[in-house]
């Protein structure tokens, strides 16, 4: 007797809450050392107390459960350890499964036969989206602990997003790409390799040349990659406008096209209020580290669902930044957390918040 279709998105439902879990554990490991200097995530190895330094053993180190046993104390030296940790793992496995529900029928399909229906490829999207959400989650720790988004997480994952923006189906919907169809677009493989090459060296040679660092000091190549990606991705656009057939763009060009929008629309818009700020309150109202971080969320959503996203984390930013300032009496809220929470309820909710939208105008129409 073979396996149901409800059973095994069952199965997968709870492979991924059990892995968010387990990821959880390890996403407490990179919040809490990332930001430390003279800590690496691999080193020490294992993981150890806060307070007394000891290592802590194997069935202690049990997602959310360990922690609930121990009454939220280290078994060594007795004193508390946050309630943070158990609260990142069970955020996790719970985005972990909602990933898992809202991607995981197009995995298995509709047929009975596993074997003819199985989607290997919706499986890269949903680790893709699972290795999105923890990025999410410690970018997010971070910043609410330390009060910064660090550059050597933000910056590499925008290359990364805007890499693989061709095979982002959350842009421009459920469509195939192929590199095949993004070279006969651009008019073949030299036109869209001389573009390729023209574009980086030229965007990213000049950023590297004329736009200095915070020191006032010419960038290094480390420093300036995003820009020659950038310029590589503008290439592959000019191609296709200057040696394309002219016939129907394919899905792959739109992608690109919609992330770099996304990431810039994200972007500026962060920087614009914040310099509107600082006219306002005549002090830094936005740091810079939340301009990079939106410009990393517009590339992965797009320009429209970026700027609900934003919308979304000024609404929550507003009803648990009351709350905070009169509990603490608190004067600084990080607002990456709530940037990472309004793009999270785009990407997993949206559904549901459109339901909400059409309820709501339904309110004046009828």
Known sequence: MGISLDSLEMMLWGFGGLLGAVVGSF?????????????????PR???CPSCKGSIRWFD??????????RGRCRDCSQPISPRYPLVEFLTSALFLLAAYRFGGEILGSDSS???????RQLLVLVAV???????IVVSGIDFDHKIIPDRISMPATGLVLLVSPWNSNLLGMVDSSVGSLLEAGGGVVPVLASVLIGAVV???????WVPSWEQQRRKLSESYLAYLVGALVGILAAAYFFGSGESEPISLGRIRTSLVG?????????????????????????FGDVKWMGFLGATLGPIPVLFAFLIACLLGSVVGIWIRLRRGASYIPFGPFLSAGALSMLLGRPELQWLWESYLALYQG
């Not at 200097?37 to 080193?43: C, K, M, N, S, W």
């Not at 699972?130 to 999410?136: A, D, G, T």
């Not at 965007?203 to 040349?209: C, D, I, N, P, Y």
């Open 27 to 43: 996403l407490n490991v990179c919040i809490y050392r990332i930001p430390i200097e003279g800590l690496r995530v691999t080193h």
């Open 46 to 48: 294992g993981s150890f």
């Open 61 to 70: 180190n049990i997602p959310v459960l360990a922690w609930i046993c121990l």
């Open 114 to 120: 596993l074997a003819e229906t199985f989607d290997f």
């Open 130 to 136: 699972w290795v999105w959400i923890s990025v999410l």
């Open 203 to 209: 965007l990213g040679a000049g950023f590297q040349r």
């Open 263 to 287: 990431a810039g629309c994200g972007a500026a818009l962060i920087y614009a209020i914040g310099k509107v700020g600082s006219i306002i309150f005549r002090k830094p109202a936005m740091g």
